[in-house]
Each structure stands twice: as structure tokens, then as C-alpha cells.
């Protein structure tokens, strides 16, 4: 358990602070089984299962019960409390991940770009400073708009190599140097 502190309005109309308390809240297998839809084939065509999940605003800290839902392409977890996304990297199928608003900061240790399809991937409106450790392959889409993120050092063809959108709105960006993306067609900063 932790403790976060949060600004609020007081009746005064000006700022007060108050003290909330972040409660533990790891993912469930009953909260995946609300969330799960999209059934599709999966193997060799004869066998199916559902490869979407949607485990929006549940205040979800923690995401290691999904390894057993190996057949997950789509997956949106916005709006939770997560500040890992390793757990993911089980889900070798995803196509598709938003977790927009939660407590990320980084990269490091992610291991997302040992997701072999991995194409599509927003993390907008969380606390990413740096993009140290950030890569896919075949990732085409990347929003990381409304974080911390001053420089793009790191952000090179090796690592990127599909990348044909990057969304980098709402930062506080003071450079782009070492940005060396050439397939980038779309590249949105303001």
C-alpha cells in the first residue's frame, strides 16, 4: 500500500491538500472475465477464444493474473493505477495496447519490444520522462502525448524501424534531436 497526495478545491476556492490512500488492487480473473470479448479463431483455425480486453477505470494496480490469457490481441487498460507493464510480455500475440492515464514513468525494464506484433501502442497521459528502453520491431503507432518527456535521445531506426505515427503532444520537450526515424510520416508535437 501507498500514499499519494492529491490537490483539491476547498470550499474557499482555494487548493487544500489532502492525503489518499492508493490501495493494492491487482487484476482478477473475475475482472478479466467481465472484460473479455471479440471471439475469434485462434491456432489452427479450429479452436477459438476471446482476444479482447477492456479493463478500463478499475483502479487495477497490478497485471499478472493475464498470463494465462495468451490469445489476447487487443487490450485497453486506461485509466487504472499501473505502473508496470512487464506482465504483458506473456501476451505474445497483442496487437494492440492503450494505457492511457495511468502511473507509468519509463521504459526500462518494460520489455515491450519483445512483443513480435506489437503495432499499435498508446500510453498517453501518464509520467514517462525518458524513452531509454523503448522498441518494437513492427510498431507502426506510438502516442505519448501528455507526459514528461524533455528530449527524444534513443529514438533511432534500430529500435523503431516501422514507426510511422509518433504522437509526442503535451510534453515538455526542449529538443528533438536523436530523432532518426525514416519511415516516420506522421510526427505530432504541438
Known amino acids: 500500500m501507498s ?7 476547498g470550499r474557499s476556492g482555494s487548493p487544500s491538500c489532502v492525503l489518499a490512500q ?16 471479440l ?21 487495477v494496480t497490478e497485471l499478472s493474473a493475464l498470463a494465462p490469457f495468451i490469445h489476447v490481441r487487443f ?10 507493464l512487464s506482465p504483458l510480455t506473456s501476451l505474445t500475440h497483442l496487437l494492440w495496447i492503450k494505457a492511457d492515464g495511468n502511473q507509468l514513468t519509463g ?4 520489455l515491450l519490444g519483445e512483443l513480435p506484433y506489437l503495432q499499435w ?3 498517453a497521459s501518464n509520467k514517462i520522462r525518458g524513452l531509454e528502453g523503448l522498441g518494437g520491431a513492427v510498431l507502426e503507432y506510438l ?16 529500435c523503431l524501424s516501422n514507426l ?21 510520416r506522421c510526427l505530432y508535437l504541438v
Open 3 to 9: 500514499l499519494s497526495l492529491s490537490l483539491c478545491w
Open 22 to 37: 492508493v490501495v493494492e488492487c491487482p487484476l482478477s480473473v473475475e475482472m478479466v472475465a467481465e472484460g473479455l470479448s
Open 39 to 59: 471471439l475469434c479463431k485462434v491456432g489452427n483455425g479450429l479452436g477459438h477464444a476471446y482476444t479482447r480486453l477492456d479493463v478500463k477505470e478499475r483502479g
Open 75 to 84: 487490450l485497453d487498460v486506461s485509466q487504472n493505477q499501473l505502473r508496470d
Open 107 to 110: 521504459f526500462k525494464g518494460q
Open 121 to 123: 501502442l498508446s500510453l
Open 143 to 158: 502516442n505519448l502525448t501528455g507526459n514528461l518527456i524533455q528530449q527524444v535521445s534513443r529514438l533511432d531506426y534500430g
Open 164 to 184: 510511422v505515427c509518433l504522437e509526442l503532444r503535451g510534453n515538455q520537450l526542449e529538443s528533438t534531436e536523436g530523432l532518426h526515424l525514416p519511415n516516420l
